[in-house]
């Protein structure tokens, strides 16, 4: 069964800081790993979705890598900005007719 | 753009009312689902669908279930909402095939009362 952990579970930075942001799952027959964004009483937003034969994307200033072999995914926020404060969510999905696996989120606030 | 949509961003209910809750998706996507989601829990599943008339349990589906008559529309029912049915209400949907890459609505909060 797939357990998806996020740690910490808040984090606060000053403006500008280029931050990472982890993701541990326990099944590394993944099929692809997906970021969102969660704005308080909002939905999720969809920031990158990695696929089990790619290692990273990109996205403006975001980076996701995947590593399978170890169970892990960062998300690399680069020039952290007050408008970034969200809580970010990764996502696990290991097949057709499985489930995508949420981690429980990293509630993010980027001090100005 | 894929577009995810929900009848209702909030939603206030009596105890034992029969709850209805619309999604719709305008991608064509094969697959829809539906979560909760509740402080310290995360998101959970309740139901998912991934063809017109047909439907699976998720992690959590006591006290709920699904329609889904057209390709584009899958709805949640609760039959006889009870309090700790509060919740957030989540639908989301994604291609059979490819990336899977999911697409979420606004949420719905529904408070039973």
């Known amino acids: 069964k797939q357990e998806v952990t996020q740690i910490p579970a808040a984090l606060s930075v000053p403006e500008g800081e280029n931050l990472v942001l982890n993701c541990s799952f326990t099944d590394s027959a993944i099929y692809n790993l997906q970021w969102f964004r969660q704005d308080p009483g909002k939905g999720l937003t969809s920031l990158l979705l990695?696929?089990?034969?790619?290692r990273e994307q990109t996205s403006g200033r975001l980076n996701a890598s995947l590593d399978k072999s170890s169970g892990r995914s960062t998300l690399y926020i680069a020039a952290s900005q007050p408008g970034d404060s969200a809580t970010y969510l990764c996502a696990g999905w290991t097949g057709a007719n499985s489930k995508l696996t949420f981690g429980k989120g990293i509630t993010l606030s980027v001090r100005p | 753009d894929v577009k995810v949509t929900q009848s209702s961003r909030y939603l206030v209910k009596r105890t034992g009312e029969k709850v209805f809750l619309e999604c719709v998706q305008d991608m064509d996507h094969e697959n829809m689902f539906w979560y909760r989601q509740d402080p310290g829990l995360g998101l959970r599943l309740i139901y998912f669908?991934?063809?017109?008339?047909?439907?699976e349990k998720g992690d959590i589906p006591e006290g709920y279930s699904v329609s889904r008559e057209k390709k584009e529309r899958f709805s949640l029912i609760l039959e006889s909402a009870s309090t700790n049915q509060t919740s957030m209400y989540l639908c989301?949907?994604?291609?059979?095939?490819?990336?899977?890459?999911?697409?979420f609505g606004p949420g719905t909060r529904l408070t039973v009362t």
């Open positions: 669908s991934y063809d017109v008339k047909m439907k």
């Open positions: 989301a949907s994604s291609e059979y095939g490819g990336s899977y890459e999911q697409y």
């Open positions: 990695i696929q089990s034969s790619q």
